[in-house]
């Protein structure tokens, strides 16, 4: 309970503590904070957890894409081939597709090279006389195998899976390890 002291004083710090409606406000005070402080968390947290998690969620699809007739290859010839992305969007366009450096090394086998360097990502040339890819963005080489032969790439050129099919040679789509 407050009281003056007769010296004209207002009431003294224990005794405002002590006032129902400022212990009040001061806890409603408090709650309003902590709310806000839990608002503020949510709305900063759940984006940055949507941004960690939706790479997973979002991988794209894996497809076997038709890229030609059986017949179309020569045994031993390596030519660029283009096809539809993993998941192309509506709008793409010429943008949505994607290209790889297919070889016929027998009647029935093939190979597919991801036509991205390993460093990052230029396209690489397919040089038949040397029986080499290189790379004109940083000098990387690589031998017809798509094993590093130098430069900067830390690893092969990645392979696409291939099969035939139908009489049709087909390559499957996969996300590029680049880098
Ligand atoms: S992007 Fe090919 S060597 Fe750098």
New binding site residues.
Partial sequence: MSHDDGEGRGPKDGEAEADPNLVARRQLLGRMSVGLGVAGGVALGVPMVGFVVAPLASTPPEEWRSIGGIGAFKIGETVAVTFADASPLPWAGVTGKTAAWLRRVSETEFVAFSIN??????P?RWLPDAHLFM?P????VYYQDGSVAA???PHALPQYPVRVRDGNVEIRTTPIPIG
């Fill in positions: 360097c390993a460093h990052l990502g230029c690489v790379c963005c940083h000098g990387g430069g900067p790439p």
